[in-house]
């Protein structure tokens, strides 16, 4: 149990010290389009550890940059947003969708999550018109995210059981 914890932090950090070098990152034109670098460790994460883990993860994460780097609106847009890409994100991995759809999907639910909130925030439906665009986004970057973990994830997790033991799933 101890590994896994061990394992949950040093995750913890990676998608930290993703979304830290992502502020380096200019937007691309379009406000709000990131490229969601620190998907790539919660992916892993999932994959590799478990549902929960990468929840844990992904939240711990959301509040320290949030903190660190943002605001608290930043932080209530992206638990939404991360909240309402998990659930889709683990929906599509129980039916054994691949893990390059399952981060296709969670980019764009990702974005689906914040354009709610942005709406509820704003009190106006014009901001729906911004959904094709971050639907494309989403998908162009979830696409990228989940390419590279899948190169990763198969590079590493026979080394990763093997190492840490059988206690981390």
């Known amino acids: 149990m101890s590994k896994k914890i061990a394992v949950t ?5 990676f998608a930290v ?10 937007v691309i034109g379009i406000p709000g389009v990131k490229l969601g670098l620190a998907n790539f460790s919660i992916m892993l994460a999932l994959y590799l550890l478990g ?15 949030g903190f660190m780097f943002g605001n608290m609106f930043a932080i209530v847009y992206s638990l939404a947003g991360a909240g309402f890409s998990y659930i889709i994100m683990i929906g599509a991995k129980k039916i054994k969708l691949s893990m390059v759809t399952v981060a296709i999907l969670g980019g764009v639910f990702h974005n689906i999550g914040q354009i709610i909130v942005a709406g509820m925030v704003v009190e106006t439906y014009s901001v729906f018109a911004y959904v094709p665009v971050l639907i494309f986004s989403g ?3 979830g696409m990228l995210i989940g390419i ?12 990763i059981f093997k190492e840490i033991g059988s206690d981390i799933k």
């Open 9 to 13: 932090v040093l995750f913890t950090a």
């Open 17 to 26: 010290i993703l979304s830290y070098i992502e502020t380096f990152i200019p």
């Open 51 to 65: 549902n929960r883990e990468a929840v844990i993860i992904n939240i711990v994460r959301i509040l320290l940059v």
């Open 139 to 141: 998908m162009i970057t």
């Open 148 to 159: 590279l973990a899948l190169f990763v994830y198969n590079r590493v997790h026979k080394y």
